[in-house]
């Protein structure tokens, strides 16, 4: 499917309670979804989530937790020659501690604003089960919009675990945004 076909599925369908967007590189699909965190407040949504953060060299990253603002590392050095993965699951393990936690004080207030998960991507971790797998859970368990990214290799995981709750959409605001509206409470 072409982009403009996936931008008018994603932006047809209201029931999507996820919108997972795909068809940029990492940094421009985090930068689109910082900046849809900061669109969602002005607008008086509630956000919660986290989003990736890149070293200039591309060599560090961080998941930013939306609500907190605390970093959680996601590498590791390995040491000089080292050619293993550098993920350090112990920092994907608290970002994701720290959405469920979010998402679970949401879900004991009175609703007062519509609210939103941001999630910085369905990867692999997740495919395997692990990662950011249970923040995924919790925020449909409490029926909260969750709006994410997908990485193409995992493309076919990634239909297995949504399905029909979730549309893929490129990477541009106006996806992001009509999904919006269509979620609003009338």
Do not use: N, Y
Request: aromatic share 4%; net charge negative; hydrophobic share 50%.
């Amino acid at each position: 499917m072409g982009q403009a076909a996936e931008r008018d599925v994603a932006l047809a369908e209201p029931d999507a309670r996820i919108l997972a967007l795909a068809g940029a590189d990492r940094a421009r699909i985090q930068g689109l979804l910082c900046a849809a965190a900061e669109h969602f407040t002005a607008t008086g949504w509630r956000v919660m989530g986290v989003i990736e953060e890149i070293a200039a060299d591309g060599e560090e990253v961080w998941l930013r937790d939306l609500v907190t603002g605390a970093r959680h590392k996601l590498t590791q050095d390995l040491g000089p020659g080292a050619a293993g993965c550098t993920l350090d699951p112990a920092g994907l393990a608290a970002a994701c501690a720290l959405v469920q936690a979010a998402v679970d004080a949401w879900a004991s207030e009175p609703q007062t604003q519509p609210a939103v998960v941001i999630l910085s991507k369905f990867g692999r971790q997740e495919a395997e089960g692990r990662g950011l797998t249970h923040a995924f859970h919790a925020a449909v368990a409490a029926d909260l919009p969750v709006l994410t990214s997908v990485s193409p290799t995992v493309a076919g995981q990634w239909e297995a675990f949504a399905g029909p709750l979730a549309r893929i959409a490129p990477v541009e605001m106006a996806a992001v945004a009509g999904w919006q509206e269509r979620l609003a409470p009338a």
